[in-house]
């Protein structure tokens, strides 16, 4: 199964700013775990709703575009600091989808994550033309929707795994 995209723009609109720079702090100083976030930036409004979701679980996410010391251009700095970022957080989360796979950029993200030995995690996502987050994605656990009886959420499963955990700071 993967995460609907559309499920993802509905819950992009309670997407909240201050909340997010509140958690950022709280993850900065060590309160809750931290993430980085990788995707395509032409995945956007998505974003804001997985980003509305995680706030919901108590997970920060390192958002790159959200990050201003980043080079407007990128070029070798960013990724530098992309690198830093990457080894800075406690996870990895890779959003899969059309956008992520052909992008330049996430596929080097991720190489550099499994070669830095990081938790990694594969969020797969679903739209109208299909689901993302096969192949060589599937080496990796991955969060998704889960249902037990009438609880729904995000969970967590293990490569290859029908049966996970509720997404939890604890459980990455």
């Not at 960013?78 to 052909?102: W, Y």
Request: with cysteine.
């Amino acid at each position: 199964m993967a995460i609907s995209q559309s499920l993802l723009i509905n819950k992009s609109a309670s997407f909240q700013q201050p909340l997010y720079e509140s958690m950022q702090k709280s993850a900065s100083a060590g309160r809750m775990k931290s993430a980085f976030l990788c995707h395509s930036h032409k995945d956007e409004t998505i974003v804001k709703g997985l980003l509305a979701l995680f706030q919901e679980a108590g997970i920060d996410l390192y958002i790159d575009w959200k990050d201003h010391t980043m080079p407007e251009i990128p070029n070798a700095e960013t990724a530098k600091r992309i690198q830093g970022r990457i080894k800075a957080c406690d996870v990895f989360f890779f959003l899969a989808s059309h956008n992520s796979k052909t992008s330049r950029w996430c596929p080097w993200e991720i190489g550099y994550a499994d070669s830095s030995e990081r938790n990694i995690y594969i969020i797969p996502t679903s739209d109208d033309s299909g689901t993302y987050g096969n192949e060589y994605l599937e080496l990796y656990p991955n969060i998704d929707q889960g249902s037990h009886g009438t609880q729904k959420g995000l969970a967590v499963f293990g490569a290859g795994k029908r049966e996970g955990q509720w997404l939890s700071a604890g459980n990455l």
